[in-house]
T-cell receptor, first 117, second 113 residues
Framework: AQKITQTQPGMFVQEKEAVTLDCTYD???????LFWYKQPSSGEMIFLIY??????QNATEGRYSLNFQKARKSANLVISASQLGDSAMYFC??????????????FGSGTRLSIRP | EAQVTQNPRYLITVTGKKLTVTCSQN?????MSWYRQDPGLGLRQIYY???????DKGDVPEGYKVSRKEKRNFPLILESPSPNQTSLYFC????????????FGPGTRLLVL
């Protein structure tokens, strides 16, 4: 069965340091996508980064990168040079299926990241 | 502007009083979905829809109904709300496929007394 696990309920990091948010997943599908979203205190869901199961290179988007280890079924989010504005809830999510199919989408329980000045 | 809209944003109701939360998107997306967010549980999918007249259950469908009569709209119906349905609800839409990210609405905060 599909499952996403985020084992860090909360983290504190000093400003300008790098931080890694953990995400492990379980699926029997060969084709799937992994997503990270940020939810600031205002409540909206903001897409950060995507990694496809067939992508050979780790995804990067500005200060965000995804450490994708397929054999270990992990997709950790790395934020370099953290900023105060990075304080938020972060969710890992997985979507299975090929382009023409509908599929469930599941989320992890989230990690609350707090950046210290 | 491409967006997903939800109404109402905030709602207080009483047990058993039927309510509908509307969701509309203007991006011609095939896939639409409803989630509820509860502390410590993340987002859990209630229902999703691949296209008009095609809906499927997510992980927590009990107590909810949906319909997809038009591509742009995907209302969430609570026929007889109960206090355990007090939650933050998100609607989202996307193109179909595992590579496609979802666009989320602003959320609807529901309190059932």
């Amino acid at each position: 069965a599909q499952k996403i696990t985020q084992t860090q309920p909360g983290m504190f990091v000093q400003e300008k340091e790098a931080v890694t948010l953990d995400c492990t997943y379980d699926t029997s599908d060969q084709s799937y996508g992994l997503f990270w979203y940020k939810q600031p205190s205002s409540g909206e869901m903001i897409f950060l980064i995507y990694q496809g199961s067939y992508d050979e290179q780790n995804a990067t988007e500005g200060r965000y990168s995804l450490n994708f280890q397929k054999a270990r079924k992990s997709a950790n989010l790395v934020i370099s040079a953290s900023q105060l504005g990075d304080s938020a809830m972060y969710f890992c999510a997985m979507r299975e299926g090929e382009s023409s199919s509908a599929s469930k989408i599941i989320f992890g329980s989230g990690t609350r990241l707090s950046i210290r000045p | 502007e491409a967006q997903v809209t939800q109404n109402p944003r905030y709602l207080i109701t009483v047990t058993g009083k039927k309510l509908t939360v509307t969701c509309s998107q203007n991006m011609n997306h095939e896939y639409m979905s409803w989630y509820r967010q509860d502390p410590g549980l993340g987002l859990r999918q209630i229902y999703y829809s691949m296209n008009v007249e095609v809906t499927d259950k997510g992980d927590v469908p009990e107590g909810y109904k949906v319909s997809r009569k038009e591509k742009r709209n995907f209302p969430l119906i609570l026929e007889s709300p109960s206090p355990n349905q007090t939650s933050l609800y998100f609607c989202a839409s996307s193109l179909a496929g595992s590579r496609e990210t979802q666009y989320f609405g602003p959320g609807t905060r529901l309190l059932v007394l």
